[in-house]
């Protein structure tokens, strides 16, 4: 994508050692969160039992890739994408054509294949690259994905697309609609009377994955496949209409193509998002935006997750990226001494991208739980912090602070929402790291200090709490019951509302008496620098039933409530503060916390019965959260996996 420019370049070619930041990183807790292996599948990081082939088809002719050239086992038509995209000038369109050899008029269909040795059928996956140098091919950088995805049952096929990198804009559409052609290419492959896939590909079972740009072209490419029509030119007509059940997005851009000026709307599809805190090319989680607009409104089981990595960047999904996300001269201005090794970005990707097709394409449910909860796979990932958000179509939202501005209502009819003592309480849009981004949504913020100010730094009043109630008649309707489980998303934030104020003493008499002269006013001394609070945050949810039965259990047996992890991309001190606005991305975790959990502690809570849920502020004394997503989901059979310890 390459948001880091050339200015910036010249700025870092003056940088002393004196501005260059001492290095920084959170304190990683993965040692205690990832301690233990709670499934017992397969590791789907493993290669599996079939032995890997590998091809390339493409036009033949191509004159700066003899891989497309000499070694072609296919030959394949070009296409005609100049409505798609253009040069950014006549000069540059001759230049480019020049160097490639054709024009956007006749773009070649060419890709790297991996493919398990037998009979099959197997399912397709395609991933394509995102923008880089267009001299310097992309395509080749997911060999290790090729080598694993075809070893467990998968055609995979790297597609190339680096003739619609350099220096074009505003190309997303192009490269959504090439996927969607190579696709068209595929299809003929499979019904081929003879030919190395003849019979072999299961056009039923297919997904997209899709690297920076690429992250957006593939969700371009799921939407297009449900239209009739091109929408910024309708003279265009589509019929694609493939089986695409799930997409991939490896730290995608978002907005760089809208169809019709719209954000892509999504439905009915599974997806994945992944992206690293050090990410010095798209430097804030963008894809989050796509996460949030993916809607499910068939019974089909899709669901929708979003994976945070801390310390991967960029580059490093790919091999031929690497560690310098803005190109060779980023060397200098990118802070790259917290980068996670390469091959553990790597192992991260194999974990988590063949989980998700084993999931969707296999129907394999077993791997659902890592998507829920990543602690469950603590002996497959990674050493370090990850955040993870999770929703599935059996979600019902009592409240995602999406439907109107008023906060003492939810999002399902006849939910009501009451606070007890909180500092904070608004809805309120969910930022992204970079200056005035954001999710395009709103969330609940939610502060409160348990302090009673005054002399008394001791003194405590009764700990704050916000609740969601239920209807008889809505609680019925969504079958709750011991399969239901209470979703939420929640962030805690950097921010510390002030201590409560003392409750007024109304038993003094008001009496005659002359006022004392206030003291005269002290020079007050100066303050030193508050150190912010690194622990995690404690706190409870406390489920009512309809007898009045309260059972409270603690968050943190859900999951890590971190403080906000700072990420610092840029060596210059005060570069990232400048650039992004702030220091870190605050990503709401997914909790999710089965009512039959609450039955286990108390027998006399019925969870058929649920009439509140209740987040009260108990552990730690002071803070603010965001939430997101309150809701209820009737948890599938696979999720009902062992608790950790």
């Known amino acids: 994508m390459r948001l880091l420019r050339a200015a910036t370049w010249s700025l870092a070619t003056t940088m002393t050692a004196s501005c260059v930041q001492p290095m920084h990183l959170a304190h990683d807790d993965s040692p205690i969160v990832l301690a233990h292996q709670a499934l017992t599948a397969p590791n789907p990081a493993e290669p599996g039992p079939y032995r890997v082939l590998t091809l390339t088809y493409g036009s033949g002719k191509d004159r700066q890739r003899a891989a497309f050239r000499d070694s072609v086992v296919i030959r394949t038509r070009p296409v005609d994408g100049s409505k798609f995209a253009s040069g950014p000038s006549p000069a540059q369109a001759k230049a480019r054509k020049k160097f490639f050899g054709f ?42 994905l090729g080598e694993l995805f075809a070893s467990r049952g998968y055609i995979f096929a790297s597609i190339d697309e680096n003739f619609l990198n350099g220096n074009i804009r505003s190309e997303n559409d192009a490269r959504g609609w090439m996927l969607l052609q190579h696709l068209v290419t595929w299809r003929r492959f499979a019904d081929s009377a003879a030919g190395p896939f003849s019979h072999k590909v299961d056009l039923t079972r297919i997904a997209l994955m899709g690297h920076s740009r690429g992250g957006e072209a593939v969700a371009v490419a799921a939407a297009f496949n449900t239209l009739s029509h091109y929408p910024d030119d309708a003279t265009i007509a589509f019929n694609f209409h493939f089986d695409i059940r799930s997409i991939v997005a490896i730290a995608p851009v978002d907005g760089q193509y809208e169809p019709a000026n719209r954000p892509t709307p999504l439905e009915n599809i599974s997806y994945l998002v992944i992206h690293g805190s050090h990410d010095g090319d798209v430097s804030t989680f963008s894809g989050l935006r796509q996460y949030e607009r993916i809607r499910f409104t068939d019974a089909v089981p899709h669901f929708k997750a979003a994976v945070w990595m801390y310390r991967a960047n960029h580059g490093q999904w790919n091999t031929v990226w690497g560690s310098t996300d803005g190109g060779p001269e980023s060397a200098r201005f990118l802070d790259l001494r917290g980068l996670i090794p390469p091959e553990a970005q790597r192992q991260m990707a194999r974990v988590y991208l063949s989980a998700f097709l084993e999931a969707t394409l296999k129907d394999r449910a077993e791997y659902l739980p890592i998507f829920r909860d990543h602690r469950l ?100 309707a969504w079958q709750v019951g011991a399969a239901t489980a209470i979703e939420f998303s929640m962030a805690p934030t950097d921010v510390v509302p002030k201590a409560r104020a003392a409750a007024k003493d109304t038993t003094k008499s008001k009496g005659t008496a002359t006022k004392a002269k206030p003291p005269a006013k002290q020079k007050e001394p100066k303050k030193k620098p508050e150190v912010k609070d690194s622990l995690p945050m404690q706190l409870s949810v406390e489920a009512i039933d309809g007898a009045g039965v309260a059972v409270r259990l603690p968050v943190s047996r859900y999951g890590v409530a971190r403080r906000p992890l700072e990420a610092t991309v840029m060596r210059r001190k005060g570069r990232d503060k400048s650039s992004f606005g702030s220091l870190f991305e605050l990503i709401p975790q997914t909790y999710v916390i089965p009512l039959a959990d609450f039955r286990a502690k108390d027998s006399r809570f019925e969870p058929a019965t649920l009439r509140s849920v209740r987040w009260v502020f108990d552990g730690t004394v002071a803070g603010t959260v965001i939430m997101a997503d309150i809701g209820l989901s009737n948890i599938r059979p696979a999720f009902l996996t062992p608790s950790l310890p």
């Open 377 to 476: 796979a603590g002996g497959w990932l990674p050493k370090t912090m990850y955040i993870t958000r999770f929703q599935d179509h059996g979600f019902h939202a009592l409240a995602d602070y999406t439907e109107d501005v008023d906060v003492a209502t939810g999002t399902a009819p006849g939910v009501t929402i009451s606070d007890d003592s909180l500092a904070t309480w608004k809805e309120a849009v969910m930022p992204l790291r970079s200056r005035n981004g954001n999710v395009g949504r709103n969330a609940v913020w939610l502060g409160w200090n348990n302090h009673i100010a005054g002399s008394d730094t001791t003194k405590m009043g009764r700990a704050a709490s916000y609740a969601v109630t239920l209807t008889d008649s809505l609680r019925t």
């Open 103 to 144: 024009g956007f008029d006749s773009m070649p269909i060419n890709g790297r294949v991996w493919y398990p040795e037998g009979a099959g059928p197997f399912p397709l996956v395609l991933i394509v690259h995102g923008n880089h140098d267009m001299e310097k091919f992309s395509d080749p950088g997911y060999g290790y």
